[in-house]
């Protein structure tokens, strides 16, 4: 007689999967490996850890890029009173290059 039961690994997870093909189900040969082994509390815990240092990373781009910005603001304004000081030279006009 055939066998109609076969096992193989899951090509996303790599568990193992058993496919009754005279039936056409499949299923996952051991269901507590098939969620990783953790329970509710670790999930939980873990997620916890992952927020709090996605906010902090979130802060610290956000500190570099209000300095980034301050930086910025503070050079504009330097170009800006060197510019005041140059009154009496003009803009170059790329007409008057010929």
Excluded: Y
């Amino acid at each position: 007689m055939a066998n109609t039961l076969f096992t193989f690994p899951c090509p996303c997870c790599n568990k193992q999967i058993e496919v009754d093909t005279r039936s056409g189900k499949a299923r996952a040969v051991r269901p507590e490996e098939a969620k990783g082994g953790q329970s509710l509390d670790t999930l939980l815990a873990s997620q916890q850890k992952d927020k709090q240092r996605l906010a902090d990373l979130f802060d610290s781009a956000k500190g570099d890029v209000s300095k980034q910005a301050d930086r910025l603001e503070e050079q504009l304004r330097r170009a800006k009173d060197e510019a005041k000081k140059d009154k009496d030279t003009r803009p170059r006009n790329i007409f008057d290059l010929d």
